[in-house]
């Protein structure tokens, strides 16, 4: 299986701030890599597929960049929207996998 | 508009079975993977596994293989998780999700079905 390890777990931010999620794979899945937005009690949704797609409707100061094993999100202007749980998943081979996820509250 | 619509919150007691349901609208059905992933008290995202309505094609976890069977029924644009004998281990958020076209990420995902298992 293909491990995925999320950093931090845990952040602390303000309104405003740039924030970066990193999301490391134990082996090389190319650029099959998502990115999900959980708010509590909701279900995810997808923000980022293929590393770097945004889907259609998410603001543009989310970003994805990387490729093999490493990858980051990038919110370029935190919103108060955006506090929330993230999740990365690799679609490189089955079993799917997901990070352990990264909160991000409000400081 | 593509919505899934999950069957209700669930209590059951252990050694019990159950099946859950994914209702899929505003889309071809049979034309696209539906997976199930699990969602623990306070935890992360586990994917169960996937199936392709259209013939049936399932794809599991190993970590679910042989725990839970998933199905689906193209004449009711259905998918469905099924369980022959819970555990309290069971306890979770399920979650249904459409697959994107090729690829094996979530694009549309279902509001989640509640499994309570207690004695």
């Known amino acids: 299986d293909i491990q995925m390890t999320q950093s931090p777990s845990t952040l602390s931010a303000f309104v405003g701030d740039r924030v970066t999620i990193t999301c490391r794979a134990s082996q090389s899945i190319t650029t099959y890599l998502a990115w999900y937005q959980q708010k509590p009690g909701k279900a995810p949704q997808i923000l980022i597929y293929?590393?770097?797609n945004l889907e259609s409707g998410v603001p543009p100061r989310f970003s994805g960049s990387g490729s093999g094993t490493e990858f980051t999100l990038t919110i370029s202007s935190l919103q108060p929207d955006d506090f929330a749980t993230y999740y990365c998943q690799q679609y490189n081979s089955i079993p799917l996998t997901f990070g352990g996820g990264t909160k991000v509250e409000i400081k | 508009e593509v919505q899934l619509v999950q069957s209700g919150a669930e209590g059951k007691m252990p050694g019990e079975s159950l099946r859950i349901s994914c209702k899929g609208y505003?889309?071809?059905?049979?034309?696209?993977?539906i997976g199930w992933v699990r969602q623990m008290p306070g935890k992360g995202l586990e994917w169960m596994g996937t199936?392709?309505?259209?013939?049936?094609?399932?794809r599991y976890s190993p970590y679910f293989q042989g725990q839970v069977t998933i199905s689906a029924d193209q004449s009711t644009n259905t998918a469905y998780l099924q369980w022959g004998s819970l555990k309290a281990s069971d306890t979770a958020m399920y979650y249904c999700?459409?697959?994107?076209?090729?690829?094996?990420?979530?694009?549309?995902w279902g509001p989640g079905t509640q499994v309570t298992v207690s004695s």
């Open positions: 999700a459409r697959r994107w076209h090729d690829s094996e990420f979530f694009q549309y």
């Open positions: 293929k590393t770097s």
């Open positions: 199936i392709y309505p259209g013939d049936s094609d399932t």
């Open positions: 505003g889309y071809s059905f049979s034309n696209y993977w």
